[in-house]
Nanobody
């Protein structure tokens, strides 16, 4: 069983930045790790993903150029650096793990085996 714990959420003004962290309970070599978000009344959507072996990254069009996903495999930690935040970026952000995957279908929630509890992000105008 893999446990994921997110942190780093908070409330910022539009244009501000936040850095989310996700700590895994195991080493996640060979995994696809992703960040999803869910706004009230909306579907959970994929924001970014990383192939932990190759380091290849994937982003939703809405966050390209503003968000950066990264990993520290040795520390079993994943990050989502969010810059130039917009009100539409607000929501609960979840870390997710897909075992032994290179992220071919990273946007699909059903691909992921484990989920964290989420960390809340609020963006005010």
């Amino acid at each position: 069983q893999v446990q994921l714990v997110e942190s780093g959420g908070g409330s910022v003004q539009a244009g501000g930045s936040l850095r989310l962290s996700c700590v895994a309970s195991v080493y996640t070599y060979g995994y696809c790790m992703a960040w999803f978000r869910q706004a009230p009344g909306k579907e959970r959507e994929g924001v970014a993903a990383i192939d932990t072996d190759a380091g290849t990254t994937y982003y939703a069009d809405s966050v390209k150029g503003r968000f950066t996903i990264s990993r520290d495999n040795a520390e079993k930690t994943f990050y989502l650096e969010m810059d130039s935040l917009k009100p539409e970026d607000a929501g609960m952000y979840y870390c997710a793990a897909d075992r032994f995957s290179t992220c071919p279908r990273w946007r699909l929630r059903v691909e992921y085996d484990y989920w964290g509890q989420g960390t809340q992000v609020a963006v005010s105008t």
